[in-house]
C-alpha cells in the first residue's frame, strides 16, 4: 500500500540553524500538508500546498517557514532560523483531493531544537 | 472556530473488553469527522470517517463511531480490544465547506493490558 515517507525521523539542531524536513507523499496525491505536534499538545496545521502554491496557512506558519516542492516527488518544510519553540514533531500529509478527502500522514519527523 | 476535545488522555484496558473512547467537538460550521491511529513510531492512520448518511460508521480493526449531532461527539469504540489496539488514537473535524486543515484533540493514549 503506498504510503507518505518524510527524513530524518529525527533531528537534532542549535538554535537559529535552518532546518529543511523532506516528504515524500503519495505519488497520485495533488494536496500536501504539513503538521506539527508539540509533545504533551494538540497535532496543529501548519500549511497545505496544491498546484504549486500555499492554498492555505495557519498563524503559525509565518516568515520563518517556507514550503516547496522542488521535483516531482518532493515536498520540504524549511524553517530558516530555529527557536526553541520549534522543538516538536512535525507530519507531513497527502490527499488525491480536498474537502472530505482523507489525509494520510507520514511517521513524523521529531525536530529537537538546543 | 473549530476545537475537538478527547477528555482521557489515557484509558487502560483489559483485553477482550470493550473500550470507548470519547470525542467532543466544538464548531460554528458543519464539519466532516475522523478518527485516526498511531502506533509507535508509525504515521497516523486513517481509522474511519464521517461525511454524510448513517450516524453510525465502521471502520478498519473492528472499530466503529457514532456521529450525535445534538451532542456535538462522536465517541469511539470497539467490543473486544486486543493487545494490538494499543497506540494512540485521535480525533479531527474538517469544515465541510472552507479550507483544507484538520483540527485535532490531543489524543488518548489506550493501553491493553493482558
Known amino acids: 500500500e503506498p504510503e507518505v515517507t518524510q527524513t530524518p525521523s529525527h533531528q537534532v539542531t542549535q538554535m537559529g540553524q535552518e532546518v529543511i524536513l523532506r516528504c515524500v507523499p503519495i505519488s497520485n496525491h495533488l494536496y500536501f500538508y504539513w503538521y506539527r505536534q508539540i509533545l504533551g499538545q494538540k497535532v496543529e496545521f501548519l500549511v497545505s500546498f496544491y498546484n504549486n502554491e500555499i492554498s492555505e496557512k495557519s498563524e503559525i506558519f509565518d516568515d520563518q517557514f517556507s514550503v516547496e516542492r522542488p521535483d516531482g516527488s518532493n515536498f520540504t518544510l524549511k524553517i530558516r532560523s530555529t527557536k526553541l519553540e520549534d522543538s516538536a514533531m512535525y507530519f507531513c500529509a497527502s490527499s488525491e483531493a480536498t474537502r472530505g478527502d482523507t489525509q494520510y500522514f507520514g511517521p513524523g519527523t521529531r525536530l529537537t531544537v538546543l | 472556530a473549530q476545537s475537538v476535545t478527547q477528555l482521557d488522555s489515557q484509558v487502560p484496558v483489559f483485553e477482550e473488553a470493550p473500550v470507548e473512547l470519547r470525542c467532543n467537538y466544538s464548531?460554528?460550521?458543519?464539519?466532516?469527522l475522523f478518527w485516526y491511529v498511531q502506533y509507535p513510531n508509525q504515521g497516523l492512520q486513517l481509522l474511519l470517517k464521517?461525511?454524510?448518511?448513517?450516524?453510525l460508521v465502521k471502520g478498519i480493526n473492528g472499530f466503529e463511531a457514532e456521529f450525535n449531532k445534538s451532542q456535538t461527539s462522536f465517541h469511539l469504540r470497539k467490543p473486544s480490544v486486543h493487545i494490538s489496539d494499543t497506540a494512540e488514537y485521535f480525533c479531527a473535524v474538517r469544515p465541510t465547506n472552507t479550507g483544507n486543515q484538520f483540527y485535532f484533540g490531543t489524543g488518548t493514549s489506550l493501553t491493553v493490558i493482558p
Open positions: 464521517y461525511l454524510s448518511g448513517s450516524t
Open positions: 464548531s460554528s460550521v458543519s464539519v466532516y
